[in-house]
Each structure stands twice: as structure tokens, then as C-alpha cells.
């Protein structure tokens, strides 16, 4: 009996032991990950805080020997960057509030109504869905150009391209909406609501996590955007966004002179969708595995 016992305690510390060691290695591993992508961003923010002697330049070292603003400072003051960070807001806000209304209620439309047509109306939006969007850009900017939603205007027009098509993208919200009993919805309409009061006062208040990812997707989508806003908006600052307007500052000409406020203009692109993802992060990963669920 005795030798039973100390084969179990062997056992037991040796399954302890491996499971230790394995555990050292993956969190050795996710910090050398985690040093590997961190390394550019911290690098960028360095080099918008040397205020060393001759600023303008790119120079061999990391570390400024001299701490300051004066990158933040240049550029507000000498590019349109206020203007380009005015356009990027804008179009992430209004984007996010559309596409996530598109997105929901399409979400919950293939999740609880059974219509002739359903299936192949999935199906075609998958297949439609795998295709890349920028084949598209050219039709799209000849599109937007004839009424007059490029360049100067061009935030209406990423508006309405970004939002046109978002409804395809139901597949995550759909999943989690078909986590939640049909009872709840049987039950509200047997006390009289409608379908858009199910939806709007009994759906919504319980799927708090896919409607805070589903914000979140749509707006890190224009806030980081450049090939298609390139297409829009590519010769005119008010129409400019962040990413087209930061590409201009460091062209083969001006890389020299704007290359510290180039990094600074990233920092700066960078605080909102990190501050939006540290506070909501929880939301969106239950939101991605709540709808990460066959339909």
C-alpha cells in the first residue's frame, strides 16, 4: 500500500514538474513574441521624441540623446495632420455606427427568420465574400468620381463604400446570436413586441460582447486604411486621411525633413485603437468566441 502511495506522489510531482517546464516555455516564447512585435512600436516612439541637434535628420541610434516634443510640434504645425486625424475620426465613427447596424441586423435576420432563399443567399455572400476587395477599387473610385464623393469629399464616399457591403460580414454575429435561446424571442412576441423590439430590447442587451467586437472590427477598418483612401483621396488634404496623409509627409523629398513627425503622427494614430482595445479587450474576445459557433 505504502509503495502505491509513493508511486501516485511520484507520479503527481513528475506530471507538476512537466507541466512547469511547459508552461516556462510557452510564456518564454510569448515574451520573445510579444519583444518582436513591440520592438518597431517602441522604436517609433523613440525616434517622435528626439529633439537632438539636428532634428530633420535620420540618424544610427535608438535612444535620442535629446528628449523633447518638438517632432509633436512640427507636426501640427508646418502639415495638415489636425485635418488628416479630423477625416480618419470621422469616418471610423460614422463607419462603425453603420456597419454595425448593417452587420447586426443582418446577423439576426439569418439567425431567427426562415425565408425561401435563405440558404443560397448565405452561400452567395460567402462566396461573394472570398474575392478581394480591391479588385473593385477602380469601378469604385469611377463610381464615387462621377458623383462627386472623391478627393475634397472623399470621407463621404469611404463612408458610403466602407458601409455598402458590410452585411456580408455576418458570419461571427450570427453565430452568437444563435447562442441565445429562441424562447426568449417566442416569448416576447407572445407578450405583444414586434420584431425590432425582440431584437432592440431583448437581443441586444444580452450580446454586449459581439456588438462592442463588432464596433471595435469596424472601426480599427478606416481608422488603419490606406490602399483604397489612396484611390479617393490622393491629391487633395481636406479629403486626405491619416495613413495617406502620413505617406505624403515622407516621400523620397521630404522623408528627411519629416521624418521624426512621421513617427510622432503614428504614435499619435496609434492611442486611440489601443486605449479602445485595452479597455474593451475582455468584450472582444468573448465576442469572437461567442460567435465562433456553427450555424
Same mark, same amino acid.
Given at each position: 500500500?505504502?509503495?502505491?502511495?509513493?508511486?501516485?506522489?511520484?507520479?503527481?510531482?513528475?506530471?507538476?514538474?512537466?507541466?512547469?517546464?511547459?508552461?516556462?516555455?510557452?510564456?518564454?516564447?510569448?515574451?520573445?513574441?510579444?519583444?518582436?512585435?513591440?520592438?518597431?512600436?517602441?522604436?517609433? $516612439?523613440?525616434?517622435?521624441?528626439?529633439?537632438?541637434?539636428?532634428?530633420?535628420?535620420?540618424?544610427?541610434?535608438?535612444? #535620442?540623446?535629446?528628449?523633447?516634443?518638438?517632432?509633436?510640434?512640427?507636426?501640427?504645425?508646418? +502639415?495638415?495632420?489636425?485635418?488628416?486625424?479630423?477625416? +480618419?475620426?470621422?469616418?471610423?465613427?460614422?463607419?462603425?455606427?453603420?456597419?454595425?447596424?448593417?452587420?447586426?441586423?443582418?446577423?439576426?435576420?439569418?439567425?431567427?427568420?426562415?425565408?425561401?432563399?435563405?440558404?443560397?443567399?448565405?452561400?452567395?455572400?460567402?462566396?461573394?465574400?472570398?474575392?478581394?476587395?480591391?479588385?473593385?477599387?477602380?469601378?469604385?473610385?469611377?463610381?464615387?468620381?462621377?458623383?462627386?464623393?472623391?478627393?475634397?469629399?472623399? $470621407?463621404?464616399?469611404?463612408?458610403?463604400?466602407?458601409?455598402?457591403?458590410?452585411?456580408?460580414?455576418?458570419?461571427?454575429?450570427?453565430?452568437?446570436?444563435?447562442?441565445?435561446?429562441?424562447?426568449?424571442?417566442?416569448?416576447?412576441?407572445?407578450?405583444?413586441?414586434?420584431?425590432?423590439?425582440?431584437?432592440?430590447?431583448?437581443?441586444?442587451?444580452?450580446?454586449?460582447?459581439?456588438?462592442?467586437?463588432?464596433?471595435?472590427?469596424?472601426?480599427?477598418? #478606416?481608422?488603419?486604411?490606406?490602399?483604397?483612401?489612396?484611390?479617393?483621396?490622393?491629391?487633395?488634404?481636406?479629403?486626405?486621411?491619416?495613413?495617406?496623409?502620413?505617406?505624403?509627409?515622407?516621400?523620397?523629398?521630404?522623408?528627411?525633413?519629416f521624418y521624426t513627425a512621421f513617427?510622432?503622427?503614428g504614435v499619435l494614430v496609434a492611442? #486611440?485603437?489601443?486605449?479602445?482595445?485595452?479597455?474593451?479587450?475582455?468584450?472582444? $474576445?468573448?465576442? $469572437?468566441?461567442?460567435?465562433?459557433?456553427?450555424?
Amino acid at each position: 500500500m505504502a509503495a502505491k502511495n509513493n508511486k501516485k506522489k511520484k507520479n503527481a510531482m513528475g506530471i507538476k514538474k512537466a507541466t512547469l517546464i511547459s508552461n516556462i516555455i510557452i510564456y518564454v516564447i510569448l515574451v520573445l513574441m510579444m519583444i518582436v512585435w513591440l520592438f518597431p512600436f517602441i522604436c517609433m $516612439v523613440l525616434e517622435s521624441l528626439r529633439a537632438d541637434a539636428d532634428t530633420a535628420s535620420i540618424t544610427g541610434h535608438v535612444i #535620442p540623446e535629446v528628449w523633447g516634443i518638438d517632432s509633436y510640434k512640427r507636426l501640427f504645425q508646418e +502639415t495638415k495632420f489636425a485635418r488628416w486625424y479630423l477625416n +480618419t475620426f470621422i469616418t471610423a465613427v460614422f463607419t462603425a455606427i453603420f456597419q454595425t447596424f448593417f452587420v447586426l441586423s443582418m446577423s439576426y435576420t439569418l439567425s431567427r427568420l426562415r425565408f425561401k432563399g435563405r440558404k443560397f443567399l448565405m452561400n452567395f455572400m460567402l462566396i461573394l465574400g472570398m474575392f478581394p476587395g480591391f479588385l473593385s477599387m477602380i469601378l469604385l473610385y469611377k463610381v464615387m468620381s462621377w458623383v462627386q464623393l472623391t478627393q475634397a469629399n472623399a $470621407v463621404v464616399g469611404l463612408v458610403i463604400v466602407y458601409c455598402a457591403s458590410s452585411g456580408m460580414g455576418y458570419y461571427v454575429s450570427k453565430g452568437f446570436f444563435d447562442t441565445i435561446p429562441r424562447s426568449l424571442d417566442e416569448a416576447a412576441r407572445v407578450d405583444g413586441a414586434n420584431r425590432f423590439q425582440v431584437f432592440y430590447k431583448i437581443i441586444l442587451p444580452l450580446s454586449k460582447p459581439i456588438v462592442i467586437y463588432t464596433v471595435l472590427t469596424a472601426f480599427m477598418g #478606416p481608422w488603419g486604411d490606406f490602399m483604397f483612401a489612396s484611390y479617393m483621396a490622393h491629391a487633395e488634404n481636406k479629403g486626405m486621411n491619416v495613413a495617406v496623409g502620413l505617406k505624403d509627409m515622407i516621400d523620397k523629398t521630404r522623408i528627411s525633413t519629416f521624418y521624426t513627425a512621421f513617427c510622432a503622427g503614428g504614435v499619435l494614430v496609434a492611442v #486611440p485603437v489601443t486605449t479602445l482595445f485595452m479597455f474593451l479587450q475582455r468584450y472582444y $474576445v468573448e465576442g $469572437v468566441t461567442g460567435g465562433a459557433v456553427k450555424g
